[in-house]
């Protein structure tokens, strides 16, 4: 306020002398003593307006009458210099005007410049400035996450509302609906029930089928659960001949399909894991990864001759064999689907029976059809009925121990040969542009009661290759087989294409002793022609496409206990089936948010999870009856 009344005062004083200097106006400055006839010269310092970022600074004017001239300077140093600017004033005149206009425009730039200086003195001393709002930011995040849950209640809101029965209906009717996994199944618009579980009186449920490790009152119940759904507690009568087919045989890819996939594409980074990232229905196998995983003995034949090499060298020779031929089964079909990603204490069990007269290594002279070179086809079902005494039983047990990270177990045994596999797969799948990577992390162990040998190996990647076009899938990776009761490992080598010809499917192979002398090579291909050659320089080919398969035998879907693969996607599986991918993708939604719901549940009690059959020892998981703990 003070400097604007000096400004004010300045002003006047330079017009009242600008006006009339010889009327005995007093200057601002100092005068120059006048000489006789001569007019006095003004000079001082006056407040003038400089710019708008500068606004009013101090300059020292000169009031020349004689050459009717002011100039002015930067200070009064500056008079021996060039002046600065001058304004010629001979006949001109002077007069005050309304200073109003002039003075609001000043008094604008004045009160701009002030808020600029006070925004950047409120402007943090130190640290680094951001051009974000955390508050807001925290504000949108929230808002967001709000109303994609309310879209979520509403989507599942909305088919249970669409089935709601009239009000004359009873009470249970009108609970039925997919949002109320508590109940037991129920029937949708096209009369394919919901999958549920039923909610016990003491108020625990059962995550996903499985049985809960703590007490309460239905404690009867669910161990009487436990021993139909246990290894030895199977039925094998209740067992049949498998009649599923599932070989994919859709080759194309629907442009909203792939519109879809695209969109996925794009909001994944390279190296993403893919653990957690909820894919589209149409791409899902219409099994199981438990169940896949049991496609890998489909050769049980090959597996049992494994005890009946006459040394080691020809056992891990054996194994070897058994291994190599066991991949192609598993993957069936042109084109590459997912399998459906198991629950949490999901299980899944089978057996094969095996004709004793069967069990040869290949190549050899009482070998049936089916050695190599010979070709055979699938066991016919007149083949496959069960011989009784004739054959040897080899059972399978697959459970979900694990789902963060994805962890599967599955144990096969025959005990009649004394031979048993325990196994355990974390499955890590990551982006990888037009493909996906899954690296199986894990390792198995074979057991051999009459050798006292132990087989242990390890598995292959899998990539999965254009995924915008025909998927399809190849295996990667070195794998190793070793027996330290023997010396005798193998190296196994599974190639991958290169980017610039080269072949698909191709895998090398060598088995050495631990003094380094190889024993055995094999090249071919994993789901065609394998070639071993020995050190004796004998050769041995064998087709996987001609081998013969067993098929396992399994109980249907409803004498199957409710935690079992088929029975647990039954619903996801017959929709795929009929081609309707939206109640495909309701039923699979159904189970995915009832596990969430347990594990929600189990989080706020502070409860574990205590898989049925296997048990953790170390990094891996142990079958807790294993065939070698009962021989002991």
Not at 196 to 208: I, T
Not at 408 to 421: A, D, H, Q
Not at 429 to 434: D, E, I, Q
């Amino acid at each position: 306020m003070e400097k604007t009344q000096e400004r004010r005062v300045a002003a006047r004083t330079g017009s009242a002398s600008l006006g009339s200097p010889g009327a005995g106006c007093a200057p601002v400055g100092n005068s120059a003593s006048p000489r006789p006839g001569r007019k006095r010269v003004i000079e001082g310092v006056l407040s003038k307006y400089t710019n708008l970022i500068q606004g009013w600074q101090n300059r020292y004017f000169v009031l020349d009458p004689e050459l009717g001239q002011l100039q002015y300077f930067v200070n009064e140093q500056g008079r021996s210099q060039k002046p600065r600017g001058s304004l010629p004033l001979i006949g001109r005149h002077l007069k005050n005007e309304n200073l109003r206009a002039s003075r609001r425009v000043m008094n604008q730039a004045e009160g701009q410049q002030k808020n600029l200086v006070q925004s950047i003195e409120s402007l943090p001393m130190r640290g680094p400035l951001s051009c974000l709002d955390q508050d807001l930011l925290l504000l949108k995040a929230t808002s967001a996450a709000t109303l994609s849950c309310l879209g979520e209640c509403l989507t599942i809101l909305q088919p249970a509302y669409s089935r709601a029965p009239p009000s004359g209906e009873s009470d249970t009717d009108a609970l039925k609906t997919p949002c109320t996994p508590d109940l037991e199944p129920v029937k949708d618009q096209e009369n394919v029930p919901v999958w549920s579980v039923p909610k016990s009186p003491s108020g625990e449920r059962l995550r996903n089928g499985g049985v809960s490790a703590e007490p309460s009152l239905t404690k009867k119940k669910s161990l009487q659960n436990a021993a139909e759904d246990s290894l030895e507690g199977i039925s094998v009568s209740d067992e049949e001949i498998d009649a599923e087919d599932n070989v994919e045989k859709d080759l194309d890819v629907l442009e909203e399909q792939r519109s879809v996939i695209l969109q996925l594409c794009s909001q994944l980074k390279l190296g993403m894991d893919l653990t957690r990232v909820v894919l589209p229905t149409f791409i899902l196998e219409k099994r199981s990864l438990l169940e896949m995983y049991s496609n890998f003995m489909a050769h049980p034949d090959l597996f049992l001759a494994i005890s009946a090499g006459s040394g080691p060298e020809e056992r891990m020779v054996l194994f070897l064999e058994y291994y190599l031929t066991a991949f192609h089964e598993g993957r069936k079909g042109a084109v590459t689907k997912k399998p459906y990603n198991p629950m949490l204490g999901e299980t899944f069990h089978c057996s094969w029976e095996v004709p004793r007269d069967q069990i040869r290594p290949l190549g050899s002279e009482t070998h049936p059809v089916g050695s190599a070179g010979r070709e055979t086809n699938t066991r016919s079902d007149q083949e496959a009925v069960r011989a009784g005494p004739d054959c040897c039983r080899v059972r399978f047990v697959a459970e979900q121990v694990s789902h963060h990270p994805p962890v599967s177990g599955f144990y096969c045994e025959c005990s009649e040969r004394g031979m048993c596999v325990n196994t355990h797969v974390w499955t890590k799948s990551k982006f990888m542009g037009m493909s996906v990577g899954v690296s199986m992390v894990g390792e198995g162990l074979l057991y051999l009661r009459d050798h006292c040998e132990e087989y242990v190996f390890t598995f292959p990647s899998a990539y999965a290759r254009s995924i915008l076009t025909v998927p399809w899938v190849e295996l990667g990776g070195k794998v190793t087989i070793s027996c330290v009761q023997t010396g005798y490992s193998a190296n196994v080598t599974f190639h991958t294409k290169p980017f610039y010809g080269g072949k698909v499917h191709r895998v090398t192979a060598e088995v050495k002793h631990s003094s380094g002398i190889i024993v055995c090579k094999a090249q071919g291909e994993w789901n065609g022609t394998l070639e071993f050659t020995y050190s004796r320089g004998e050769t041995k080919v064998i087709d996987t496409s001609k081998l013969t398969v067993i098929r396992k035998l399994i109980r249907p879907v409803e004498k199957q206990g409710r935690t079992e693969s088929r029975r647990l996607w039954q619903y996801v599986t017959r929709a795929l089936k009929e081609g309707n991918i939206d109640l495909a993708t309701e039923h699979k939604h159904v189970l995915e948010e009832h596990q969430r719901s347990e594990e929600r549940r189990r989080t706020q009690n502070n409860m574990g999870w205590k898989p049925i059959y296997f048990s953790k020892e170390g990094d891996g998981w142990v079958y807790r009856n294993p065939l070698r703990k009962t021989l002991k």
